[in-house]
């Protein structure tokens, strides 16, 4: 099946910060989404972004489908955007959407 | 919109007990899944279902049974319990699978201790 990587797998930064999480996938998809896992368990979608860029307040995401791969950027991190952020996606030929291992993230006040 | 709810939010069973957790959703999706969540791990797909009276096998589906009679609901049976079920279990929702209108809801979840 398809396999899906998030680098890295822990990330402190300070309040205020910029960080780029990553999402490789080993097969070409026709789906691909970012979640946030709040503190308490919550799991909000962020993106659904099978290729080219979009952009969310301080969020932003871009799907490089042919090299695949997606980056989910957060600027100014806040002390709110700290949780997991895992990444997922749907081969063409599958109803299953599939999801990475996740980026733990802590943002410092 | 209640969006998608799941009950019960916490369950302790016994090995070999059975138990049904229930998943709804008032949106009129077609698609409904359910994952499983363990310490520090992403989630598996356990069954799906792409509409009523359809459903199929995820990654994890042994120790596990589904159905859908009605667009709205889909309940995740555990046939005999297993230590190895202790989890966290998420239902979750997209409209369809079509491009655009497959942006997935989740259910709070469901936290579930075998003994």
């Known amino acids: 099946g398809i396999q899906v990587e998030q680098s890295p797998p822990d990330l402190i930064l300070q309040e205020g910060a910029n960080s780029t999480l990553r999402c490789n996938f080993s097969d070409s998809v026709n789906n691909l989404q970012w979640f946030h896992q709040n503190p308490w368990g919550q799991l909000i979608n962020l993106f659904y972004?099978?290729?080219g860029t979009k952009q969310n307040g301080r969020l932003s995401a871009t799907t490089v489908a042919t090299e695949r791969y997606s980056l989910l950027y957060i600027s100014s991190s806040q002390t709110t955007d700290s949780g997991v952020y895992f990444c997922?996606?749907?081969?063409?030929?599958?109803?299953?959407?599939?999801f990475g291992s996740g980026t733990r993230l802590l943002v410092r006040p | 919109n209640a969006g998608v709810t799941q009950t019960p939010k916490f369950q302790v069973l016994k090995t070999g007990q059975s138990m049904t957790l229930q998943c709804a959703q008032d949106?009129?999706?077609?698609?409904m899944s359910w994952y499983r969540q363990d310490p520090g791990m992403g989630l598996r797909l356990i069954h799906y279902s792409v509409g009523a009276g359809i459903t199929d096998q995820g990654e994890v589906p042994n120790g596990y049974n589904v159905s859908r009679s009605t667009t709205e609901d889909f309940p995740l049976r555990l046939l005999s319990a297993a230590p190895s079920q202790t989890s966290v279990y998420f239902c979750?929702?997209?409209?369809?699978?079509?491009?655009?209108?497959?942006?997935?809801?989740f259910g709070p979840g469901t936290r579930l201790l075998v003994l």
């Open positions: 979750a929702s997209s409209y369809s699978l079509a491009a655009n209108q497959e942006t997935q809801y």
């Open positions: 997922a996606v749907r081969m063409d030929s599958s109803y299953k959407l599939i």
């Open positions: 972004i099978p290729s």
């Open positions: 949106m009129n999706h077609e698609y």
